[in-house]
């Protein structure tokens, strides 16, 4: 009888512990919160994100200016402070290991697929490059760089709130 006494309770604390490193990574594995409204919270930065980007929005790429425009007329969620992302956000943002469809419905950018499919290629940056160009993240290879603001082909926006 003592032996059993002393199983129980040693069965529970593993029972529990297990539970406990399952939860803990299942919350790891849940990055992401889809808020309902439209808009998706990174519990690692704390920003919101759009759970649509511009080109799942319009069916059709943005340049820079158009971007701009685009953010600044989001009420996305009922919000109406949206902001184009610096670089380094959507670095963040980018992720290898996940694959999301892109509006091609047979193309493949790295990030979560808890966003909206038919996403862009490449997002535009509120950074800009010398007097001609604005910085870019391309969502299919995490490659960064510069494109003249009047270009236009297979990109996009992802619009954010700060500090939110």
């Excluded at 799942?56 to 009420?75: H, I, P, Q």
Aim: aromatic share 14%; with cysteine; glycine share 10%.
């Amino acid at each position: 009888m003592k032996r059993k006494t002393t199983v129980r309770p040693m069965i529970l604390a593993l029972a529990l512990m297990l539970l406990l490193v399952w939860v803990s990574a299942s919350y790891a594995n849940n990055r992401f919160i889809d808020n309902g409204d439209g808009t998706i919270t990174d519990t690692k930065t704390g920003f919101m994100w759009t759970k649509a980007d511009s080109y799942a929005n319009t069916f059709g790429c943005l340049d820079w200016n158009g971007a701009k425009r685009y953010v600044s007329g989001l009420k996305t969620g009922g919000y109406s402070d949206w902001e184009m992302p610096s670089v380094q956000m959507l670095k963040d943002l980018y992720d290898k290991s996940k694959t999301n469809i892109t509006y091609t419905l047979h193309g493949k950018i790295h990030i979560d697929p808890i966003f909206e499919k038919g996403g862009a290629y490449w997002y535009w940056s509120n950074e800009q490059s010398g007097s001609c160009c604005a910085r870019y993240v391309s969502f299919v290879s995490g490659y960064i760089g510069a494109r003249h603001r009047d270009y236009c082909s297979d990109v996009g926006v992802r619009a954010v709130r700060l500090g939110h």
